[in-house]
């Protein structure tokens, strides 16, 4: 990525930690029987209670849940084809959605209600790419995917039906990622051309345009709000391995509030996935170049650095929080299987 005169979250960055302050991160155990491919993608449904989502060898959408002490002892298929990754959500409501996008190239999805899966049903679409999805207020959630022509097709949940998607204009060249800002509004973030950096914001009901906040990145985005005053942070990874992030103070909706990319090192084979394990902290995993996953904490003021915290992975981890101060991230290992750990 290409830095800017304002560094992301204020650096220095420590490219190691001392190995005490990773103490807490527990051991690597199973998800589960089960092999899954591509990129998982997991969500808080309660304190405590994670569910995650990820593709089958078989074309369909696998699901497992995590009570903040042991997984389920297997991976549960749903059913229909699908062509891409998940996205799951909470809801803000007790409930999770997951979303994936059909062969057919519709919104398929299912929602987790703490208890059990609903049949997976479809919504009407012409999706391109996998969904962002992301919770825009309590019992709403907000699904995009890139369209055949390069912009964004949506829908919005109401909590009950879907609306028909629409689409906006723009020119992505990667799946959207989308976050709650927590303050009423989903960021969505997409690379264009030049990989470039582009951002939307959906607000009291409408899209406020998108802006251009710069950036060389590879791969995909990963946003994730840090629950404190609409912030919301957009990580990246940058043709040189490194892992970038960019920050919107949850202001007016200009470039201005953008502090512009600044880089939180490490080497790395894909993007990291970040999530907030309270106010205004964050918990980012990443998969180095030797396939094992490594952690870093920003802990409101500064990054402590990326430390090794083992396994073995390819492809981009999923970490979601337990609302316990803590997170679990998962892993698609070489052999497919799925491990997950805990921590900091």
């Not at 109401?158 to 976050?179: D, E, I, K, M, R």
């Not at 512009?260 to 990291?272: D, T």
Request: aromatic share 10%.
């Amino acid at each position: 990525m290409k830095r800017t005169a304002v560094c992301f979250l204020l650096l220095p960055i420590c490219l190691a930690l001392a190995p005490a302050a990773w103490a807490s991160w527990g051991s690597f155990v199973s998800t589960g029987t089960g092999t899954g491919l591509g990129t998982p993608s997991c969500a808080q449904v309660s304190t405590g209670h994670v569910v995650c989502a990820v593709r089958s060898g078989k074309s369909a959408i696998m699901v497992n849940q995590f009570d903040g002490t042991a997984w389920g002892t297997k991976w549960t298929s749903l059913a229909g084809a699908v062509a891409s990754d998940p996205s799951c959500t909470s809801d803000g409501a007790g409930k999770v959605i997951c979303a994936v996008t059909a062969t057919n190239g519709n919104l398929q999805w299912s929602i987790y209600n703490g208890t059990i899966w609903s049949a997976p049903a479809k919504v009407i679409a012409a999706l391109y790419s996998a969904p962002g999805c992301a919770e825009y207020t309590a019992g709403q959630v907000l699904c995009a995917a890139r369209n055949v022509s390069g912009g964004l097709a949506w829908s919005l949940y109401n909590g009950t039906v879907w609306s028909a998607f629409a689409n906006l204009t723009t020119s992505a060249v990667s799946q959207p990622s989308c976050t709650t800002d927590n303050n009423n509004g989903v960021v969505c973030a997409i690379f264009t051309t030049g990989y470039v950096t582009l951002v939307n914001r959906f607000a009291a009901g409408v899209w406020e345009g998108f802006l251009s906040i710069g950036g060389i990145a590879g791969g995909e985005p990963d946003c994730t709000s840090l629950n404190s005053g609409g912030k919301v942070v957009c990580f990246a990874k940058a043709y040189n391995t490194g892992i970038f992030g960019n920050l919107f103070n949850g202001g007016a909706w200009v470039a201005g509030d953008w502090a512009g990319y600044g880089g939180i090192g490490g080497s790395v084979n894909e993007n990291a996935s970040c999530t907030t394990q309270s106010a205004g902290l964050l918990v980012c995993g990443v998969m180095g170049l030797d396939n094992a996953l490594f952690g870093n904490i920003y802990n409101g003021s500064s990054w402590l650095g990326w430390a090794k915290i083992g396994g073995t992975g390819v492809s981009t981890p999923a970490c979601a929080p337990l609302g316990t101060g803590q997170v679990v991230c998962i892993v698609l290992g070489i052999n497919n299987k799925l491990t997950s750990v805990v921590g900091p």
